[in-house]
């Protein structure tokens, strides 16, 4: 029975300072052996604990515990104690697309600086940046005019040679349709425009007032210009690509080099890119907000910056970290005709990438009983592998809440993982060796043992 001190305590019903005598309660399901322990999840138990917290949150002012955002939402907090999760957001991702400059070997040699792109040599740099810079010829196609082009027909010697050599070229993936340096080496970015209203105010009436309507909005087709912070790698790979990209713009601009055949009849602008972000939650898998800046190309590349020397500067500060300011044509927000873009964009690239497996990132590592060894694989075991992928959330599929879910898919055939095989393989030798040498160590002491 509950003391009169005991009065404030009690909730319909049930005496709080009794938990002691009710937890000795046991059933063919759960036994309960701590005192106390009235948070076990037993369902009633578990039930009585959710009422506890929610009639906490009450008497406080917050209103329902389990209900916290439709409060917010739909009904008044005339108090102003409404206690509900503030918005965060992750940063989320950032894909650059690649030009599609014209790296013929023939083009290149237009101009002396360019002519040092015209490597065939597929382990070198300047390979790799010749192919990021040319989505064409990387994936062994050659354009023809009115917009036709065809895979490995037509083409001459040389460019079926340099289409084979960037297959085979293990520092660029051709399967990639975004400019892989860059995304990794991308640290900020900032310039996207608000939605500004454009106001107008009427003229003044007989009695000097006046009225201001709406009228209307840019709509974002304005030039917009954003600013990119880069870091870059040793051997200033990021910044070489900025500066063969704004000189090839300069030389094309002349008519020093020309564009593909294609590109020149369609009007297309072939040295533009376009940049994706994608805000997420704190799971970097959900998908909340998403944009898409089109006719984007680099302004300037800073390479005057390398060669300007401080007093007592040793290493030059410029070449790690550098803005690239970028001119966009049109910024989109919002617009689902941007996640269609993007899912097709890889799928051009890839014609089987829905049958790609799904990248799992909390897969299992290695175990051992016999050795009491576990070698457990974190989330971030798999990076670096696989390409983004955009797929529809439902309500079955994720508890609740229906949407946008970024995932990575890898393609099997080009993909196989054998090291936890290794690691297990070389684990097992040791324990093989050393038992070995026990072994070994028994029968020499054995032996010795005898011999006296």
């Known amino acids: 029975m509950a003391s009169q001190n005991d009065t404030d305590y009690i909730l319909s019903g049930v005496n709080l300072t009794d938990i002691d005598d009710l937890v000795s309660y046991k059933s063919s399901d759960v036994a309960y052996a701590t005192p106390g322990t009235f948070l076990h999840n037993d369902a009633k138990w578990k039930a009585f604990a959710e009422n506890i917290l929610d009639a906490s949150f009450r008497f406080m002012g917050n209103g329902s515990y389990n209900n916290s955002i439709q409060n917010f939402i739909s009904r008044l907090d005339r108090h102003g104690t409404a206690y509900t999760p503030v918005n965060t957001l992750n940063y989320g991702y950032t894909f650059i697309t690649r030009p599609r400059l014209n790296m ?29 810079l040319d989505t064409c010829i990387s994936r062994g196609l050659e354009p023809f005019a009115y917009g036709r082009y065809s895979r ?20 660029i993936d051709t399967h990639s349709p975004f400019f892989t340096p860059l995304c990794n080496g991308l640290r900020g970015i900032s310039g996207f425009p608000d939605f500004n209203i454009v106001e107008a105010t009427l003229g003044e009436d007989f ?26 790698i040793q051997g200033s790979v990021v910044l070489s690509c900025f500066f063969y990209w704004c000189l090839y713009m300069a030389l094309q601009a002349k008519n020093i080099v020309m564009a593909y055949p294609d590109d020149i009849y369609e009007q297309r602008l072939n040295y533009t890119v376009s940049i994706y972000r994608f805000i997420t939650d704190h799971t970097r898998r959900n998908i909340l907000w998403w944009c898409k800046a089109t006719g984007c190309f680099p302004k300037s590349a800073p390479i005057g910056a390398i060669f300007n020397i401080n007093q007592g500067e040793i290493n030059v500060a410029a070449a790690k970290n550098f803005s690239i300011p970028f001119a966009a044509n049109c910024i989109e927000y919002n617009d689902p005709g941007i996640i269609y873009d993007f899912r097709t964009l890889v799928r051009r690239y890839n014609p089987g990438f829905d049958k790609w497996k799904e990248v799992v990132e909390d897969s299992p590592g290695l175990q051992n009983q016999e050795m009491n060894l ?19 959330t439902t309500k079955d599929d994720d508890k609740g809440v229906g949407g946008l879910r970024l995932i990575w898919r890898e393609d099997p055939s080009r993909t196989q993982d054998d090291t936890m095989d290794k690691i297990k393989k070389q684990i097992t030798d040791a324990a093989a060796e050393l038992q070995q040498v026990q072994q070994n160590n028994i029968k020499a002491a054995a032996s010795k043992l005898y011999k006296r």
Do not use: C
Not at 152 to 171: R, V
Not at 208 to 220: H, N, Q, R, Y
Not at 382 to 390: A, C, E, V
């Open 104 to 132: 013929t070997t023939g083009n290149l040699r237009q101009h002396p600086v360019m002519s040092l792109l015209a490597s065939e040599d597929n382990r070198s740099i300047a390979f790799a940046i010749r192919m990021l």
């Open 152 to 171: 490995n027909k037509g083409m001459t010697i040389d460019q079926a040679k340099i289409g084979k050599l960037a297959a085979e070229n293990i520092l």
């Open 374 to 392: 576990y070698l457990s694989r974190p989330s971030v075991y798999k990076n670096f592998l696989g390409l983004p992928d955009i797929i529809g």
């Open 207 to 232: 009695h000097s007032g006046d009225m201001t309507i709406v009228k209307g909005a840019e709509l974002f087709n304005r030039t917009q210009e954003l600013s990119l912070e880069f870091v870059d």
